[in-house]
């Protein structure tokens, strides 16, 4: 998993609530177990027409906002469907980094498993954020996972809290398979063990 330090990029406002795992990444895109391509697919219900046309109001449409690495949204994100396809086509797109006041728990834990910092924050400081984003080339934002840190355009800086052990994964790039690697040595230490006489059978 890549690791996460510093982010620093556009931040793209979507001041919607209760933007469920659908809207994320609709049913039919859920086919494929690649955590690649799914990124063009991101929102793909108000990104275009049914045709296939651009949505140009929409914000991810808008050349500001076309390779925005943060984005900005309201209250309950990622609720709906358990689908891990939706942060697979979030991380695709580029979006390294969700600030919201509130987020659905299993999108909020697959995010930190796929690499992206999920950032619950008060309402008044997402809304100083959304002003922040809609300025939009310019709504350049940093954030800082080891200071726990958010800069804004103007240089504000706002505070947020992190899980300690999901901080530590995200920092040195661990999932669920990089962390169970680490303890390779004792792994294979155990495999050792059962093929000298534990359960020599299962190695047949």
Request: glycine share 8%; proline share 6%; net charge negative.
């Amino acid at each position: 998993m890549e690791k996460f330090t510093v982010l620093t990029g556009v931040a793209a406002p979507l001041p919607m609530i209760n933007v469920d795992t659908d809207m994320i990444i609709p049913k039919q895109f859920l086919k494929t177990i690649k955590r690649t391509g799914l990124g063009k697919h991101l929102f793909d219900e108000m990104r275009y027409t049914p045709e296939g046309k651009e949505v140009d109001s929409f914000v991810l449409n808008k050349p500001a906002y076309r390779s925005a690495k943060i984005l900005v949204a309201g209250d309950n994100f990622g609720c709906g469907s358990s689908r891990e396809h939706a942060p697979w086509a979030l991380a695709d797109f580029g979006i390294r980094c969700i600030i919201a006041p509130s987020f659905a728990d299993i999108f909020f834990n697959n995010c930190f498993k796929n690499g992206i910092l999920p950032i619950k924050l008060p309402k008044e400081q997402v809304d100083l954020l959304l002003d922040d984003a809609s300025r939009g080339s310019n709504a350049i934002v940093t954030v800082d996972l080891e200071k726990q840190e958010i800069t804004g355009p103007d240089g504000g800086k706002i505070s947020f809290e992190v899980d300690p052990f999901r901080k530590h994964c995200l920092i040195n790039g661990l999932d669920d398979i990089g962390l169970t690697l680490q303890q390779s040595a004792a792994i294979d230490s155990f495999e050792a063990k059962q093929r000298a006489g534990g359960q020599p059978w299962l190695w047949g």
